[in-house]
């Protein structure tokens, strides 16, 4: 620690924190054991020491439980991933049908997040300019939100393939609220420093070295 | 470690971890030391373990040395921020004068992030009911390159006070690249648990109390 008590992070840290991106993963087969309620409310503590445009602090978090309103979700799950399986081209659509993309069934947990269009928190500072700032915040909520269920054990797993009106229609929440992401959290069936879609054929990482320009 | 050779965080870690998200900081204030570009290089390919929607990998970095480049930048944010003082209600114009909103001439380092909506990489698998999904991907990769930079001494500054298309133009990119932010990085000339916004009575972080609704 230093004299104003800021922490200094050393290589072991630094080399478990990597560790911690190698075996983040986006989790789709859960285990049914039930996630302790102040985990989650801790977790979702850390995921508002994310950064966010002027402080507006704009995530807004849905806890899921009530059945009906998870099976309106998995009903556009299951009629959006059809309707993405029927735009597949032929060679891809094989593999596709073998993914497994969303472990809504067995997570027990279920984490609807939105960014507030509304929130007047941080009085608009830099998002005049970019008003997607709020959802870009939100989305670091969500990154925090990961890394630290990942090193509590936890693994968490990315819905997109939703119908976002329905998905707002369904848990009832203001008008203003856009969704950012659905998310399934449990601990996971398996761990892997692979991602299942690489493992599955889908896509392979590529790394950094293809993508950074010097100007 | 684990059979298959996953990681175990312990609890040692996870204090560590939480440090690190509550001493990240938005930085604007930076020593003039320059950052070793072995360094640089390490924190982008850190940055590619972020998630990806399809593992598309949508992220593009641009590292900006340019002076010519540098200045066109600081230009757009000079412009913007004024527009963005002039648009100030009359009771936050004097703090919002008083905010130093970007480290662009001090910082030694300047990162353009942007998403490739052109990627054929991924399939779209994700993207057909969420196109945002390929920029969200990219702020998972600022947020893993930021705790990385961190972790290893170095502060980041988010700049969005800008005007996208000047940038685009000044660094001369693809038409189908969308830019997701300019940061600036470097040794920091100081480290807080606060945000600088707070420090200086912008706004106050509200923790996550407020933005939890179950359902």
Redesign the interface.
Known sequence: M?E????V?DAA??A???????????VRHFRPDPVPPALI?AL????????S?????P????????PA?RMAVRDSFAR?NA??LA??PAE?AAV?AR?K?AGLDDAPCHLAVFA?STTT???N??????P??A??SV??A???L???A????LGVG?V?????AVVKAA???PVGWQL??YFCIGYPA????R?E??RLG???????GM?????
């Open positions: 230093t104003n008590g800021a922490p992070f840290f630094r478990q924190l990597l560790e911690l991106f190698r075996w983040r993963r986006d409310e979702l503590e850390t995921a508002a020491l994310a950064p445009v002027g402080l507006s602090e995530w807004r978090f849905v806890l899921v439980d009530e309103m959006c309707d993405a735009a597949q891809r596709y993914l993309l507030d928190q941080g009085g500072l830099g998002c005049a300019t970019m997607e700032m959802a870009y989305v670091m969500v990154s925090t990961w890394l630290a990942r090193a509590s054990g990315w997109s393939i939703l119908d976002a848990l009832d929440v950012i992401g398996a761990e892997s420093d991602p879609l690489a889908w896509e392979q990482p590529r790394g950094a993508v950074v320009l010097c100007r």
